[in-house]
């Protein structure tokens, strides 16, 4: 099976063509008579440790990406289950943190040379077959380095893989460096269990909503816990109802989806924040 998806090349290449949308505003959303299809994703993170764990996550509608860490006892088996469910998967990439506490084994750190990066993001990414891209791990320190982000998203370019920066910190330079580097990249606007509580998942998972109507998509950042799954499970399937639409991560990245409402097809991934 080949490291690189050719799903993730086509993507970026297809970018490459699309012209530029003028900006979506809060405004534009105020002026509609409020017919607004706001559109959402969620990342489910941390995939690849616990079968018993990580299974549930799968049975999330299909458009949930999941996202797979490396080198793990079951890393490969979810990409290959992802890829058979015709699930987008990126690669859940361990990086340094602040604290520099719990790191993962071969995680990227900011005393690494420009070679070791390379090699050590080859390898997670053989581990972690057809990834769609990746998203950070941790890396509230690495994040906020601009020469290791230069390396790892001049890696992620020639490979045709995307970035979603995980925003692990305020102070994170990764999604910029990705831009600059011409790496089709989205951000983390929400994370849905930093509380495992079902009010509080409740409360994050309206946040998303909100951001999505405000901005026309948002995307969430959740973790397999039991409790994130049983209220996916629940709520979800709603959805419908309040017309919001649950879209694959790569639809982000394009300004033109199908039957989506015009207010959000003039809307610009840059606004959302």
Known sequence: MPIFSSRAMCIAALLTLI??????????????????????AI?????????????AALTLPVNVAISILPHKHFSQKYALLAHEQRREYLLHMPMESMAGLKQEANVLLASMNDKTIVQTLHAAFASVPNALGMNNHMGSRLTQLETPMRTTMDY????????????????????????????????????????????????????LVRKARKYGRSIAIGHPHKQTIAYLQKRLPTLAQENVQLVPLSAMLAPRLNNANPNILASSVNNLR
Do not use: C, W, Y
């Open 19 to 40: 012209p530029a949308m003028p900006a979506f505003s809060a405004q534009t959303s105020a002026q509609t008579s409020g017919q607004i299809s706001a559109q959402i």
């Open 43 to 55: 990342i489910i993170d941390d995939v690849g440790n616990n079968h018993h764990r990580d299974a």
């Open 156 to 207: 992620l370019h020639r490979h045709g893989l995307i970035f979603v920066d995980s925003r692990t910190s305020a102070q994170t330079q990764a999604e910029a460096i990705a831009k600059q580097q011409n790496v089709p990249a989205l951000r983390r606007h929400v994370f849905l269990d930093n509380v495992l509580a079902e009010d509080k998942i409740a409360q994050q998972f309206n946040l």
